[in-house]
């Protein structure tokens, strides 16, 4: 993967196609790779005429692993996605993120709203405002001596996915402590970019897509069926819904 430093940070990413750029912002402990390329999303895209353009997020796959939370803030992770559109020379781009992702991806849109041509916000709903939605107690799952010392059935979840992902796992206790900030409502009705929310309907963590869809000035909601947070991610379901949003977007 190229990479370029913003600031003393190095961040990897991933750049495929022509036409109109799309920047993808993945999830927690997870990479470009694992929640984009693997999942079917570059493909679907470049397909689409898209100029593809994923991320891996500080603390994750090839980019810089940091020791403290506070290197993690939400908004110090929207300017990685701000710096790398400089990088690359791109004015303006739709950015689509899941879970941590789409948090990072409002921070954006709030901060730089000029950047951003539309938003997909994919595993964050109302709880983008209201609370986090994943529990910081993750963070001790993954610090644990191993998988087999872990009950919390959550931790569980995501220490054996940091494992399989051969992560650092004392870069993503330091992310899930320090990227755990919400916006107000007030926030959420200043994104004027069009978005799509977008939220399966066995999803415990995200919170209600409809109720944060509401709050956004352009904002519309879609439910993924039968699908939990896991596997919302590559559903075929969200994938025409996003290419179907892109193209009537103005």
Not at 169 to 181: D, N, V, Y
Request: with cysteine; charged share 20%; hydrophobic share 45%.
């Amino acid at each position: 993967m190229p990479s370029f430093h913003h600031s003393d940070v190095e961040i990897a990413y991933l750049d495929e196609g022509d036409g109109e750029p799309i920047v993808l912002v993945h999830g927690f402990a997870s990479t470009a790779a694992v929640n984009w390329v693997q999942p079917g999303w570059f493909a679907t895209l470049t397909q689409d005429n898209r100029r593809v353009i994923a991320l891996d997020n500080r603390g994750h796959g090839g980019s810089s692993k940091l020791a403290s939370p506070a290197d993690y803030h939400t908004s110090l992770m929207a300017e990685d996605v701000r710096a790398l559109l400089d990088h690359l020379d791109l004015e303006m781009a739709d950015v689509m993120g899941y879970s941590m992702g789409a948090r990072i991806t409002a921070f954006l849109a709030l901060a730089h709203p000029s950047r951003v041509r539309s938003i997909v916000l994919g595993g964050l709903g109302i709880r983008l405002v209201h609370d986090v939605g994943l529990p910081v107690s993750i963070a001790d799952a993954l610090e644990a001596p191993s998988l087999n010392d872990v009950t919390d059935p959550m931790g569980r979840l995501f220490r054996a996915f940091a494992d399989q992902t051969k992560s650092d796992l004392h870069a993503l206790a330091a992310c899930i402590r320090g990227s755990r900030q919400t916006i107000t409502e007030d926030d959420v009705r200043r994104i004027a970019a069009p978005a799509l929310v977008a939220v399966g309907t066995k999803d415990v963590v995200a919170g209600s897509a409809q109720a944060l869809a509401s709050l956004l000035p352009h904002g519309r909601a879609l439910d993924i069926p039968n699908r939990d947070h896991m596997l919302s991610v590559g559903d075929r379901v969200f994938k025409a819904a996003v290419v179907e949003f892109l193209r009537s977007r103005p």
